[in-house]
């Protein structure tokens, strides 16, 4: 089970973090994926990490220099870090699990959804 935490208003310029705690004893296995959907738009993949330390990022080139992902093993946590918000970040965030993935950016490959969590960015 994932859920996700961090989403709220901030305004144009600004910064939120995004957290997404995983229930299970295996979380390093699980390669980590964030995800979004804007109002009457398809779900867009955002950022990415792969299973084990981390080592392997994967960004859309969008959020490239302005988003960081990060994870947390002992805390079954992964982190999107949002720096420089703009408007069109505004958007359902969602995380997403991949056994042993190494952080792709398709959708099909994660097997585990979390809830989604709102972040609207004000101009």
């Known amino acids: 089970q994932l859920q996700a935490s961090g989403g709220g208003l901030v305004q144009a310029g600004g910064s939120l973090r995004l957290s997404c705690a995983a229930s299970?004893?295996?979380?390093?296995?699980?390669?980590m994926g964030w995800f979004r959907q804007a109002p009457g738009k398809e779900r867009e993949f955002v950022a990415a990490i792969a299973w084990g330390g981390g080592g392997l990022l994967n960004y859309a080139d969008s959020v490239k220099a302005r988003f960081t992902i990060s994870r947390d093993n002992a805390k079954n946590t992964v982190y999107l870090q949002m720096n420089s918000l703009k408007p069109e970040d505004t958007a359902v965030y969602y995380c997403?699990?991949?056994?042993?993935?190494?952080?792709?950016?398709?959708?099909?490959?994660?097997?585990?959804w979390g809830q989604g969590t709102e972040v609207t960015v004000s101009s």
């Open positions: 997403a699990a991949a056994h042993l993935g190494m952080g792709s950016k398709g959708e099909y490959g994660y097997e585990y």
């Open positions: 299970g004893r295996a979380f390093s296995t699980y390669a």
